[in-house]
């Protein structure tokens, strides 16, 4: 194997480890919860006019 074939397959196997689901940071907020502790969002519309 050349160097460059070997620099390759670093950064090869570096892109695929980080593309890697990582369970241990990823939490869930359940929805009822998250619902009950934000409040509503006021939201105005209009018409778009030319």
Do not use: H, Y
Not at 9 to 20: E, N, Q, R, V
């Amino acid at each position: 194997m050349t160097v460059f074939s070997t620099v390759r397959l670093g950064i090869l196997a570096l892109l695929l480890l980080s593309c890697s689901k990582s369970e241990e940071g990823s939490q869930e907020i359940p929805s009822e919860n998250f619902r009950n502790e934000m409040a509503a969002t006021e939201v105005r519309v209009a018409n778009a006019e030319r």
